[in-house]
C-alpha cells in the first residue's frame, strides 16, 4: 500500500532542497489543524460577548484572534519567518525568534478570512502569500519586499469546511492536500489542479448591483441572459466567505469579482492578504485574475492593508468580462 504523500513528503518529492519552504508550510499547517478543532463545535461562542471590533472598524470575532495567534506561534517556532503582516494588525510584526535575523520569508496572513459567517456554520479560511525577502533590494524592510508582488514565492489558502484542505500554489502548479484527522495531517489529494478554461458560474454580491459602474453592471447583464441569447444559462453562486468561492471557482470553473462601488472606490479585498494570494493560485492553475485594467500581480503594494477591486476565474470568462470592464475604465 503506497504512503499516504503527506505535505513533507510532497515537498521532498519535488526535490525541494527548500528546507525553510517545508518548514513554514509544516508550522502553518500544525496551526490550521488546531484552528480546524477550534471551530469544530464552536457554535456556543458565538455570542456578542465573543466578538470586539478590529483595526478596520469590523467586527471581530475571538477566533480571529485565536487563528492569529496560533499562526504568529508557529511561524517563530518555524526560525523561518522573519515577519507578518495580518489582517489583525496595524504594521508588520518581525517575529522574535533567535534565528529571525536569519529567516528567509515575510507572510501575509489573513488568519480567518469570512469570519462573519462563522455563526451560520458557513465555511471560513485561512489565506497566506509567502515572499522570498531575498529576492528584494531591501531583505530587511517588509514594506520594500512586498511593493511589488515579485518576491511572491507561494501562496495558499486553508478551507475549514466539511473536509478541512490546504490548496497550495508554488512555481508551477498548484496542490490541494485534506486533513485526515486520525493522522493529523494534510494528505495529498487534488495533485495539479488546473481550472476548466471556461465555465458558466458567476459569484458577486448582487446586491451591490447599483453601486458598479456601467461596465459591470453590462457583464452581470450578459450573465443573466444567456440563456435568452445563447441557449444555455449560467448560474449565479456567492457565499459571502472568499475561500469557499475561490475554491468552488477553481475546482468548476467559472468568475469570482469584487467590484469597486461608490461605497468602496477600491473595492473590499485586500491587496496583500487576499486578492494576491488567490490571484497567484488562479494564475498557477491556468486562470486569471485582474485589477482595473492591470493584471493583480502587477499592482503595487504601498500600505499594507491596501484595498483592490477584482475578477478572476476562468480565462475565457475573464477575458469576456474584461471586455465589458473596460469600457468603464478611463480612458489613460
Ligand atoms: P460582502 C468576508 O467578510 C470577506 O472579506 C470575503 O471573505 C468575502 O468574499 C467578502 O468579504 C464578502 O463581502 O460585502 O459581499 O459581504
Same mark, same amino acid.
Do not use: W
Given at each position: 500500500?503506497?504512503?499516504? =504523500?503527506?505535505?513533507?513528503?510532497?515537498?521532498?518529492?519535488?526535490?525541494?532542497?527548500?528546507?525553510?519552504?517545508?518548514?513554514?508550510?509544516?508550522?502553518?499547517?500544525? !496551526?490550521?489543524?488546531? =484552528?480546524?478543532?477550534?471551530?469544530?463545535?464552536?457554535?456556543?461562542?458565538? @455570542?456578542?460577548?465573543?466578538?470586539?471590533?478590529?483595526?478596520?472598524?469590523? =467586527?471581530?470575532?475571538?477566533?480571529?484572534?485565536?487563528?492569529?495567534?496560533? %499562526?504568529?506561534? $508557529?511561524?517563530?517556532?518555524?526560525?523561518?519567518?522573519? $515577519?507578518?503582516?495580518?489582517?489583525?494588525?496595524?504594521?508588520?510584526?518581525?517575529?522574535?525568534?533567535?534565528?529571525?535575523?536569519?529567516?528567509?520569508?515575510?507572510?501575509?496572513?489573513?488568519?480567518?478570512?469570512?469570519?462573519?459567517?462563522?455563526?451560520?456554520?458557513?465555511?471560513?479560511?485561512?489565506?497566506?502569500?509567502?515572499?522570498?525577502?531575498?529576492?528584494? /533590494?531591501?531583505?530587511?524592510?517588509? /514594506?520594500?519586499?512586498?511593493?511589488?508582488?515579485?518576491?511572491?514565492?507561494?501562496?495558499?489558502?486553508?478551507?475549514?469546511?466539511? /473536509?478541512?484542505?490546504?490548496?497550495?500554489?508554488?512555481?508551477?502548479?498548484?496542490?490541494?492536500?485534506?486533513?485526515?484527522?486520525?493522522?493529523?495531517?494534510?494528505?495529498?489529494?487534488? +495533485?495539479?489542479?488546473? =481550472? +476548466?478554461?471556461?465555465?458558466?458560474?458567476?459569484?458577486?454580491?448582487?446586491?451591490?448591483?447599483?453601486?458598479?459602474?456601467?461596465?459591470?453592471?453590462?457583464?452581470?447583464?450578459?450573465?443573466?441572459?444567456?440563456?435568452? %441569447?445563447?441557449?444555455? /444559462? %449560467?448560474?449565479?453562486?456567492?457565499?459571502?466567505?472568499?475561500?469557499?468561492?475561490?475554491?468552488?471557482?477553481? %475546482?468548476?470553473?467559472?468568475?469570482?469579482?469584487?467590484? !469597486?462601488?461608490?461605497?468602496?472606490? @477600491?473595492?473590499?479585498?485586500?491587496?496583500?492578504?487576499?486578492?494576491?494570494?488567490?490571484?497567484?493560485?488562479?494564475?498557477?492553475?491556468?486562470?486569471?485574475?485582474?485589477?482595473?485594467?492591470?493584471?493583480?500581480?502587477?499592482?503595487?503594494?504601498?500600505?499594507?492593508?491596501?484595498?483592490? +477591486?477584482?475578477?478572476?476565474?476562468?480565462?475565457?470568462?475573464?477575458?469576456?468580462?474584461?471586455?465589458?470592464?473596460?469600457?468603464?475604465? +478611463?480612458?489613460?
Amino acid at each position: 500500500m503506497p504512503k499516504e =504523500i503527506n505535505l513533507y513528503r510532497f515537498m521532498k518529492g519535488r526535490n525541494e532542497d527548500n528546507q525553510d519552504l517545508i518548514t513554514a508550510l509544516e508550522h502553518m499547517s500544525k !496551526a490550521a489543524i488546531i =484552528i480546524s478543532d477550534q471551530l469544530a463545535g464552536q457554535l456556543h461562542l458565538m @455570542s456578542p460577548s465573543a466578538e470586539s471590533i478590529n483595526l478596520h472598524g469590523e =467586527i471581530q470575532h475571538y477566533l480571529d484572534q485565536f487563528a492569529e495567534q496560533q %499562526f504568529l506561534n $508557529a511561524l517563530t517556532d518555524s526560525d523561518s519567518c522573519f $515577519a507578518v503582516i495580518s489582517e489583525e494588525q496595524e504594521d508588520y510584526i518581525q517575529l522574535s525568534s533567535a534565528l529571525s535575523q536569519r529567516a528567509r520569508y515575510i507572510i501575509a496572513l489573513d488568519p480567518l478570512d469570512g469570519s462573519s459567517n462563522i455563526d451560520v456554520n458557513v465555511p471560513v479560511g485561512s489565506i497566506f502569500s509567502i515572499y522570498d525577502r531575498f529576492k528584494s /533590494a531591501s531583505p530587511n524592510h517588509p /514594506a520594500a519586499v512586498l511593493q511589488d508582488s515579485g518576491s511572491q514565492v507561494a501562496a495558499g489558502y486553508f478551507l475549514y469546511g466539511p /473536509a478541512t484542505m490546504l490548496v497550495m500554489a508554488l512555481s508551477d502548479q498548484v496542490n490541494g492536500f485534506t486533513l485526515d484527522r486520525s493522522l493529523h495531517e494534510f494528505i495529498l489529494s487534488h +495533485p495539479d489542479i488546473r =481550472i +476548466p478554461e471556461n465555465g458558466s458560474i458567476y459569484s458577486v454580491n448582487d446586491g451591490n448591483y447599483h453601486q458598479f459602474d456601467r461596465g459591470t453592471q453590462n457583464y452581470l447583464r450578459f450573465c443573466r441572459q444567456q440563456e435568452e %441569447f445563447y441557449g444555455s /444559462a %449560467f448560474t449565479a453562486r456567492y457565499i459571502g466567505s472568499m475561500v469557499a468561492d475561490i475554491h468552488r471557482t477553481l %475546482f468548476r470553473g467559472g468568475i469570482f469579482l469584487y467590484p !469597486a462601488t461608490t461605497a468602496a472606490p @477600491s473595492g473590499k479585498l485586500r491587496l496583500a492578504y487576499e486578492c494576491r494570494p488567490m490571484a497567484y493560485i488562479i494564475e498557477k492553475a491556468g486562470g486569471l485574475a485582474n485589477s482595473g485594467p492591470k493584471n493583480i500581480l502587477e499592482i503595487d503594494l504601498s500600505s499594507p492593508h491596501q484595498r483592490a +477591486p477584482v475578477v478572476m476565474g476562468s480565462a475565457e470568462m475573464v477575458r469576456t468580462a474584461q471586455n465589458f470592464l473596460n469600457s468603464s475604465l +478611463p480612458v489613460t
